[in-house]
């Protein structure tokens, strides 16, 4: 498989593990009970993320790249808690940013092959 392919392939997994990592952050907080003010709460912990959205969809590298790192920050919170629920979101967490991370590489090379 060359790499425009696995570019491609890999940027709608990016794209779809970031869509899911935005929706589950939506609804987990929707869902919590002792929340007052659920959407100030989904705008802090989406804020972040929502800025790369341009850079994703232009397929930026250097936002991609800024992506990855914000997502290590977001892996430091979801991991110490110990119910399911955040295992679920650390998941989320490590493939969205391992998918960027390879979509980086593949983009490059594909760019360097051309």
């Given at each position: 498989?060359?790499?425009?392919?696995?570019?491609?392939?890999?940027?709608?997994?990016?794209?779809?593990?970031?869509?899911a990592l935005l929706a589950?952050?939506?609804?987990?907080?929707?869902?919590?009970?002792?929340?007052?003010?659920?959407?100030?709460?989904?705008?802090?912990?989406?804020?972040?993320l929502l800025l790369f959205?341009?850079?994703?969809?232009?397929?930026?590298?250097?936002?991609?790249?800024?992506?990855?790192?914000?997502?290590?920050?977001?892996?430091?919170?979801?991991?110490?808690?110990?119910?399911?629920?955040?295992?679920?979101?650390?998941?989320?967490?490590?493939?969205?940013?391992?998918?960027?991370?390879?979509?980086?590489?593949?983009?490059?090379?594909?760019?360097?092959?051309?």
């Amino acid at each position: 498989m060359d790499y425009t392919t696995k570019r491609r392939y890999s940027r709608i997994v990016s794209m779809a593990l970031y869509t899911a990592l935005l929706a589950y952050l939506i609804l987990t907080t929707l869902n919590h009970p002792l929340i007052a003010n659920a959407w100030i709460v989904i705008g802090i912990k989406t804020l972040p993320l929502l800025l790369f959205l341009p850079g994703m969809i232009k397929q930026h590298l250097l936002s991609m790249t800024w992506l990855s790192f914000l997502l290590l920050i977001y892996f430091i919170f979801a991991v110490p808690a110990t119910n399911t629920s955040d295992w679920t979101l650390a998941m989320l967490i490590s493939t969205l940013f391992i998918a960027v991370l390879l979509h980086i590489r593949w983009h490059s090379r594909a760019r360097s092959d051309n």
